[in-house]
């Protein structure tokens, strides 16, 4: 299964703009590239997704490598609301694997 | 609110007991899925129906059944509880079984099996 790593815990500044990383090595073509949320005792909210090239919504931007071995997830303006464990996580074959995730703490 | 919702939100059983948890999605989806969270770790996958009338099995079926009643409902039945089974269970569901639909996941089953 294709998986991803991710570092543990990021801080960021309330206001200031966020880049989670996230190392996809063993990424084949078809993997699609997503990205959720999880708050404490919620269930993951979708965040974004992307396939090759950089994406854009309310919520985030994706940016992909070229090679597509890494991906970054940015929030442009943190709010104490988006303090949460962020997963990235491939869609590969017949399972959706999660890892453990970044928790990002944002500090007013 | 449309989304996917889950019954019950918590729940105690002890070892041996069975049980069904039950989940309903109203965005007429066709693929459906369960997970299972540990303390402290990611979601892994139990069950998972790519269309109505199909299920197959993820990364820890074992212990576990599902039903895929019809396009809207898919539970997931524990026929001997065991504490091994303890977690919080998350059932979701997306447009189609590829890549390029996000998940919409219900808000979760607390159950404790003493």
């Known amino acids: 299964d294709a998986k991803t790593t991710q570092p543990n815990s990021m801080e960021s500044n309330e206001e200031e703009p966020v880049h989670l990383p996230c190392n996809h090595s063993?990424?084949?073509?078809?993997?699609?590239i997503h990205w959720y949320r999880q708050l404490p005792s919620q269930g993951p909210e979708y965040v974004i997704h992307g396939l090759t090239s950089n994406v854009n919504n309310r919520m985030a931007s994706l940016a992909i490598a070229e090679d597509r071995k890494s991906s970054t997830l940015i929030l442009h303006r943190a709010t104490l609301r988006d303090a949460a464990v962020y997963y990235c996580i491939l869609l590969s074959g017949n399972q959706f694997y999660f890892g453990t995730g970044t928790s990002l703490t944002v500090i007013p | 609110n449309a989304g996917v919702t889950q019954t019950p939100k918590f729940q105690v059983l002890k070892t041996g007991q069975s049980m069904t948890l039950q989940c309903a999605q109203d965005?007429?989806?066709?693929?459906m899925y369960w997970y299972r969270q540990d303390p402290g770790m990611g979601l892994r996958l139990i069950y998972y129906?790519?269309?109505?009338?199909?299920?197959d099995k993820g990364e820890v079926p074992n212990g576990y059944n599902v039903s895929r009643l019809n396009k809207r409902e898919f539970s997931l039945r524990l026929e001997s509880a065991a504490p091994s089974q303890t977690s919080v269970y998350f059932c979701?569901?997306?447009?189609?079984?590829?890549?390029?639909?996000?998940?919409?996941f219900g808000s979760g089953t607390r159950l404790t099996v003493v």
């Open positions: 965005m007429n989806h066709n693929s």
């Open positions: 979701a569901s997306s447009g189609a079984w590829t890549g390029n639909y996000g998940y919409t």
């Open positions: 063993t990424i084949s073509g078809t993997d699609y």
């Open positions: 129906s790519a269309s109505e009338g199909t299920t």
